[in-house]
């Protein structure tokens, strides 16, 4: 297998007030092993620099976005940083990065870096006999 890395963000991400930042990133179970995502995130803001960042596969980000309870993969609370660290499951699926901030009414700016990581399984080429 061969270790590849595909970025999700890597920047400034603009969180509106009363609302959230949504990062919507694939995963394709024929071609990446032992997904993870992994990075950093931190609150550049000044003031009401707290911001909620969460995991979630589609039909939870879904649920939420309807105003249903969650269980997301990840859960930052209610923080101005954190590390993610998230194993992705072995099936096809979308997956949402949300920064969320809809608790306030001022916007925020959040410094990021979080990326995929994965194993692409390595198909054997014949040999050829001579």
Same mark, same amino acid.
């Given at each position: 297998m @061969? *270790? +590849?890395t595909k970025y999700v963000v890597t920047g400034t991400v603009v969180v509106p007030a009363n609302g959230s930042r949504d990062l919507v990133f694939k995963v394709d179970a024929m071609t990446q092993r032992n997904v993870r995502l992994v990075g950093w995130f931190h609150v550049t803001s000044k003031s +009401?620099? +707290?911001v909620e960042v969460f995991v979630a596969d589609d039909s939870v980000y879904q649920d939420w976005s309807q105003g249903r309870r969650i269980t997301p993969r990840y859960n930052s609370g209610r =923080? @101005? *940083?954190g590390d993610i660290d998230v194993k992705i499951p072995a099936t =096809?699926? /979308?997956?949402h990065l949300v920064f969320n901030n809809v608790f306030s009414a001022s916007v925020k700016y959040v410094e990021a870096? @979080? /990326?995929l990581e994965y194993y692409v399984p390595? =198909?054997?080429t014949p040999s050829s006999s001579g």
């Open positions: @061969i *270790a +590849e +009401e620099n +707290e =923080t @101005i *940083a =096809t699926g /979308r997956y870096q @979080i /990326r390595v =198909t054997p």
